[in-house]
């Protein structure tokens, strides 16, 4: 190569990390994360968790990766390529839990967003028995924010989750088991308006409601969700900006989306409505 056509590296992308689950039929987890990250203009990096064979109707299998090879991913990403925010989803046991916890105490600065995944969409089981004590006592110290849905939030916080009441209550509970925020998520509220719960590390409460929209391709929009807010965070954004900006990414990507058929069950949004090209950030200079 010639010298005087080697371009300077003078600058960076906003890299995130998902620690994840792959879905088959793309529409959640890995899948979900890199589509949703590289649409909102980062460079998306990932720790694969478990493989599972699923698709539109349901998961069918589910095959774990070794703890110290998924330990392995997340140390080999970050300590070459920096990201500046991590999204974890799926961890199926308790030892993985406690493997990534771990690792993870490595690199303090980082923040971390963690969508608890324990049900799939057809409400099928995707972690074993312990993992959700393992999610408490081990990985909710690491924990920046918290993203629990209706059902995960009812787990956590050993309630039932029906209302913005119930919400309120499951969101101060679920802080209080040491994760520094969380965000309980609405989205199978009845009604036409949804609301999401946001507690921010100083306990602060901030209620973020928009209008529900009539779909059925609502397949992974937990890990989009997620993913968006790692996104904004790796892009500097503060914390409640992220998840309204976020939240805006994900609910226009449900109505671009929304006369799709993908399979014979739930479809996937469209994350690539509008897609931003990939951000370049100027590299400090030493």
């Not at 970050?78 to 799926?90: C, E, S, T, V």
Request: net charge neutral; charged share 15%; proline share 4%.
């Amino acid at each position: 190569m010639d010298s005087d056509k080697i371009i300077p590296r003078n600058s960076k992308y906003p890299v995130v990390l998902s620690i994840a689950g792959s879905d088959s039929g793309g529409g959640a987890g890995i899948q979900a994360d890199l589509k949703t990250i590289s649409a909102l203009g980062c460079f998306g990096t990932t720790a694969i968790t478990a493989i599972t064979a699923q698709n539109t109707l349901g998961v069918q299998e589910i095959f774990p990766i070794p703890e110290t090879f998924v330990s392995a991913q997340i140390k080999s990403v970050i300590d070459d390529m920096k990201p500046a925010a991590i999204k974890i989803g799926m961890l199926h046991s308790a030892s993985l839990a406690i493997a990534v916890a771990d690792t993870l105490r490595q690199y303090s600065a980082v923040p971390v967003i963690f969508d608890p995944v324990m049900l799939a969409s057809s409400g099928g089981s995707l972690v074993t028995e312990g993992t959700i004590g393992a999610f408490k006592n081990a990985l909710f110290p690491r924990v920046t924010l918290l993203t629990p849905n209706l059902d995960e939030a009812a787990i956590l916080a050993q309630m039932e989750v029906k209302n913005l009441s119930d919400m309120k209550e499951a969101a101060l509970r679920i802080q209080n088991m040491g994760c520094q925020a969380v965000l309980v998520k609405g989205g199978h509220l009845n009604g036409t308006e949804l609301f999401d719960v946001y507690r921010d590390k100083n306990g602060i409460e901030q209620i973020f409601n928009s209008a529900k929209i009539n779909s059925f391709n609502t397949h992974g929009t937990g890990c989009s969700l997620s993913s968006a807010i790692a996104s904004y965070i790796a892009r500097n954004a503060e914390m409640d900006g992220a998840i309204s900006k976020a939240r805006q990414y994900v609910w226009s990507a449900i109505l671009h989306g929304a006369d799709v058929r993908s399979g014979s069950g739930p479809g996937s949004l469209n994350h690539g409505f509008d897609p931003e090209q990939l951000i370049k950030y100027a590299l400090k200079r030493v």
